[in-house]
C-alpha cells in the first residue's frame, strides 16, 4: 500500500519562529489533507490540498502531486501552534486515508 | 463541512467486558470510518463503516472483537468486545464528504483496568 513519511519526527521551535514540516507519498493520491491534534486529542483540519497551494492565516501548504510531496508552513510560531501535525492522503484509485507518523511540535515561549 | 459528535467522550472499563462508542454526523456523508489511535501514536484505520451492511475491516481487525453498525447515513457504533489493557486507546469516528475531505469527531479515551 501507498507510503506515507513525514519529517521531521519532532520539532522544537522559539515563539516566533517559522518552520516547514514535510509529509512525501509513494504513490499518487487524489486527496491530501494536513491535520493538528492539540494536546487535548481533537483533530483539526488544516487543509484539505490534493495539490496546488492555500493559505490561511499563518499557516499555508502546497502539494506537489507529480512529486509526491507536501509541505505545510507555519510562520510566526505561536504556543497554541503545538501538538502533532499530520498529513493523511488517499490514494488514486481508492477511498481509505492513510496516515503519516505525524511531526510533533513543541513552541516554547 | 461535518461536525461529529461521540459518547462516551472517555471511560475506564474492565477486563473482559464490551463498550460501545456511539457517533453521529450532522449531515448525511458518502463513508464513516473508526480509528484506532494508542498513545504516542499515528491513527490506524479499524474499519470502514458500510450503510446497512457489514463493515469492511482492515488487515488486523475482525468483526467478533469490534463489531460496528451503521443503520443510516449519519451514524455508526463500534463495540469493542471482552477488553483487555491491550485495548486501551483513543477510538475516533471520522465522516467523509462527497468532495472527498474528512472530518473526525472528539474521540473516546477508553481505559481498561
Known amino acids: 500500500g501507498i507510503q506515507v513519511e513525514q519529517s521531521p519526527p519532532d520539532l522544537i521551535l522559539q515563539e516566533g519562529a517559522n518552520s516547514t514540516l514535510r509529509c512525501n507519498f509513494s504513490d499518487s493520491v487524489n486527496n491530501l489533507q494536513w491535520f493538528h491534534q492539540n494536546p487535548w486529542g481533537q483533530l483539526i483540519n488544516l487543509f484539505y490540498i490534493p495539490s496546488g497551494t492555500k493559505q490561511n492565516g499563518r499557516l499555508s501548504a502546497t502539494t506537489v502531486a507529480t512529486e509526491r510531496y507536501s509541505l505545510l508552513y507555519i510562520s510566526s510560531s505561536q504556543t497554541t501552534d503545538s501538538g502533532v501535525y499530520f498529513c493523511a492522503v488517499v490514494n488514486t484509485g481508492g477511498f481509505k486515508t492513510i496516515f503519516g507518523a505525524g511531526t510533533r511540535l513543541f513552541v516554547k515561549a | 463541512s461535518a461536525v461529529i459528535s461521540q459518547k462516551p467522550s472517555r471511560d475506564i472499563c474492565q477486563r473482559g467486558t464490551s463498550l460501545t462508542i456511539q457517533c453521529q454526523v450532522d449531515?448525511?456523508?458518502?463513508?464513516m470510518f473508526w480509528y484506532r489511535q494508542q498513545p504516542g501514536q499515528s491513527l490506524t484505520l479499524i474499519a470502514t463503516?458500510?450503510?446497512?451492511?457489514?463493515?469492511?475491516?482492515e488487515s488486523g481487525f475482525v468483526i467478533d472483537k469490534f463489531p460496528i453498525s451503521r443503520p443510516n447515513l449519519t451514524f455508526s457504533t463500534l463495540t469493542v468486545s471482552n477488553m483487555s489493557p491491550e485495548d486501551s486507546s483513543i477510538y475516533l469516528c471520522?465522516?467523509?464528504?462527497?468532495?472527498?475531505?474528512?472530518?473526525f469527531g472528539p474521540g473516546t479515551r477508553l481505559t481498561v483496568l
Open positions: 471520522s465522516a467523509q464528504t462527497g468532495l472527498g475531505e474528512q472530518f
Open positions: 449531515s448525511q456523508v458518502t463513508m
Open positions: 463503516a458500510n450503510q446497512g451492511s457489514e463493515a469492511t475491516y
